[in-house]
T-cell receptor, first 115, second 111 residues
């Protein structure tokens, strides 16, 4: 049972436009959400996170929106740049799960930003 | 600052051979440590995690095992590799928070 779903395997956008990456979750115990960016043959790097007590968090060109009632979050990248081309992973954690801080990842979305 | 190392970077092993991948973290104490695998075209699957020396939790029954002989050392092992063990293995750490920090990964190809 996949608890974190990224239903779009890939997304292609033009440089300068907005990229919107989507993520859905099924486990209502999840209360902290993260986005990671991954280049081929490298480890994922942390981008941005959001707690369930918020509905928006912004860091530079990156904004994450959380809709708890819909169990949906999205990552907006504005403006998109060719260097943003990578696989983006959504991850979720249940803080009530104790100190193991386990993350559940989606399968990722490959973003391609065309010059 | 904290850094995480994994080695080797790439490994090609025959079916049935043993495996040992090592992960070490510098610049922090008492980290939680994690092993993930990314199979071709798939997401990140949590294999093992450890909250302290000698404490290992397995997430998925499989052909692999993990050990934590020292506070900042995490080892992934197998006695006999299977073809299905091929993938990209990632080690990650965290201290007191959900944000995990990943190493550079090891690409394993079992032939």
């Amino acid at each position: 049972d996949q608890q974190v779903k990224q239903n779009s395997p890939s997304l292609s956008v033009q440089e300068g436009r907005i990229s919107i990456l989507n993520c859905d979750y099924t486990n209502s115990m999840f209360d902290y959400f993260l986005w990671y960016k991954k280049y081929p043959a490298e480890g994922p790097t942390f981008l941005i996170s959001i707690s369930s007590i918020k509905d928006k968090n912004e860091d530079g060109r990156f904004t994450v929106f959380l809709n708890k009632s819909a169990k949906h979050l999205s990552l907006h990248i504005v403006p998109s740049q060719p260097g943003d081309s990578a696989v983006y992973f959504c991850a979720a954690s249940a803080r009530s799960g104790g100190s193991n801080y386990k993350l559940t990842f989606g399968k990722g979305t490959l973003l391609t930003v065309n010059p | 600052s904290q850094t995480i190392h994994q080695w080797p970077a790439t490994l090609v092993q025959p079916v049935g051979s043993p495996l040992s991948l090592e992960c070490t973290v510098e610049g922090t104490s008492n980290p939680n440590l994690y092993w993930y695998r990314q199979a071709a075209g798939r997401g990140l699957q949590l294999l093992f995690y450890s909250v302290g020396i000698g404490q290992i939790s397995s997430e998925v029954p499989q052909n692999l095992s993990a050990s934590r002989p020292q506070d900042r050392q995490f080892i992934l092992s197998s006695k006999k590799l299977l073809l299905s063990d091929s993938g990209f293995y990632l080690c990650a750490w965290t201290v007191g928070q959900e944000t995990q920090y990943f190493g550079p990964g090891t690409r394993l190809l079992v032939l």
